[in-house]
């Protein structure tokens, strides 16, 4: 389960397949536990490495992670606290089908 302190990295992950500008976004309590951290993807981790319970992605120079992000594996390592609903500004419907972000694209 892929989390981030990064509000703006869950909104580019936030999608919202209705006619409207509004997303969701949790807020939620983490346990990451004893955490291995990487400053590279590392696409191929299914489950823990040993010894550890969690993987913390650090943003580095040169590295591919523009943003922390943190992995869990364990469902009862997440809490949810607060759900917030919220509308970009930049947002919105295009004519072409679909939601237009501001960063470009279309999302259905």
């Known amino acids: 389960i892929y989390t981030t302190e990064v509000s703006s990295k869950s909104d580019d992950y936030a999608l919202n397949r209705h006619k409207s500008f509004t997303k969701a976004l949790v807020l939620a309590s983490v346990i990451l536990g004893h955490p291995m951290k990487l400053r ?9 490495p040993l010894g550890h319970d969690s993987v913390i992605g650090e943003p ?3 590295g591919h992670l523009r943003y922390s992000e943190s992995v869990v594996y364990d469902r009862d390592a997440i809490r949810p606290a607060y759900l917030v609903m919220y509308s970009s500004v930049s947002a919105r419907w295009s004519t072409a089908g679909g939601f237009q972000g501001s960063l470009g694209g279309n999302y259905l």
Do not use: A, F, R, V
């Open 60 to 62: 580095s120079e040169g």
């Open 40 to 48: 590279h993807n590392s696409d191929q981790l299914i489950e823990p």
